[in-house]
């Protein structure tokens, strides 16, 4: 047996150790381990609640939007709170754009190089690689003369010996097999997605003020004065610039993205039975289209066992099942005791010892819904989407297996979801509806405006006792959940959680593992000295442990020092 140490997890957030033990060339057990406390909640305890927002999306930054949104929701559900259609479109248009952003990231710039040569690409035929481009996608930037140009810009990097942002990678590695004219298109691509990935988030600053850490929300509504006549306000000028972003984004997404994914996966079928692990999957409703959260743009559930017949829907942002679904376990977690209790009854009592994957091993806690150890994301998002008939979840995941399916010669189907894979399919089929409900919530803002109504706030109002409250947003990382219990207006207890809390979470007191770990077990590992199985499973989740931990230190002492290679 060959014990494998990754510490750190590159090219994700935050830092994070995965431990594996190695037999016969397959992964036999593993650990996940969080390497750093968040302390954001006891910060929030006394404070007023309208604020906590503000505070919340500190905890990470890259998260920083998806942390506000649920902050100002959790308080406005303790309130019973109802939100101004124009403030629900606004707030919308902004997460919707945030994830935009964060998915383009995370497929080209965190993971691709995962399954892209680099180096492989120099041996590329840029006319070979421009026809393959054009019987994938329209996309009008896959010319051979664009292509050559980036192969010429690779091949200076090589020459000279820098590789810059290629850096580092574990090229020629024998788990990678694609041709040099997709590893060229994929290259490409990589540095299109930096200049669309910017454009959503212009959209994120065009509407939030900036970002990251957005200034508009509010609890009880949004900041953005409406006044068409005004350039100091939301006017038109400024929603048709957000309406030219969104429909730039979408062709990218649309044409580039989706093919992309479809394409390097198909070349891959063998990854489609690895990295399943936990098969339970949740996800919320989002994307209000009233001012009650009862009506949703997205659809929310659960689905137990990779079991499509279990599934439960969760349908709006006052659901019992999901409120009283939800606990944490700390009992491989390094707080103070050994117990698994809902968040409004939780506490966050740091208590830091050795490693110990026995005892206890990480700073992430294990969240469990129903007792039950849940994968969230971008794939519990499509198949329960799927599942429940949400149309363009539907249309957009038929037209990926389809072209997947075309690609590699065999039949794909959802079921074959459950695996690493699925999870980058997913995740481009769900950047793919959100593209088009960018669109389609603009419409409903330009519209509500129309109308002659410009409201985008109402007043929040405290009572003297206790009150509690939850709210949830679909991040692009998948569920997300703020947890407030507020006494006299202040703040009594807070917590978050977060989606990598969800999937990197260590066992439980019933040693079930976490979906970071399950979904390790089995895969293959061709080179110990360079785990790339495990980094290619591990990315498929888009980790971002600064959501899951956080640290502190108040008097500002030095807390770790590390060399930036």
Known sequence: MTRIVIDPITRIEGHLRIDVEVDGGSVRNAWASGQMWRGIENILVGRDPREAWIFTQRICGVCTTVHAITSVRAVENALQLEIPKNAQYIRNLIVIAHALHDHIVHFYHLSALDWVDVVSALKADPAKASALAESLSPWPMNGTVALQATRDKLKSFVDAGQLGIFANGYW??????????????????????????????????????KTPNIQNLAVGGVANAINLDNQATLNMEKLYRVK?????????????????VCAIGAMYPEWLGHGAGVTNYLAVPDLPVDTTGTECDLPGGTIMNGDFSTHKAITSFNDDYFRDGVEESIAHSWYDGDWQRHPYEEETVPNHTEYDEKGKY??????????????????????VGYVAGHEPTKRWADAALGKVSAVAGVKVTPAMLHSTLGRHAARAVRTAVISELGQKHWQLLVENIASGDTDIFNPPSFPSGEVRGYGFHEAPRGTLSHWAVIQGGKIKNYQAVVPTTWNASPRDSKDQKGPYEASLVGNPIADPERPLEVLRTIHSFDPCLACAIHTLDLEGREVARVKAL
């Open 244 to 260: 030219s972003l969104l429909d730039e984004v979408v062709g990218f997404v649309q044409q580039v993205y989706v093919p992309d």
């Open 172 to 209: 020629g590695h024998p788990a990678m097999k694609l041709p040099p004219e997709v590893n060229l298109l994929g290259v490409h691509h990589y540095l299109q997605a930096l200049d669309y990935q910017r454009k959503a988030n212009e959209v994120v600053t065009t509407l939030g003020s």
């Open 362 to 383: 990480s700073w992430v806690k294990a969240p469990r819904f129903q007792g039950q150890p849940m994968q969230v994301g971008p794939l519990a998002q499509v198949l």
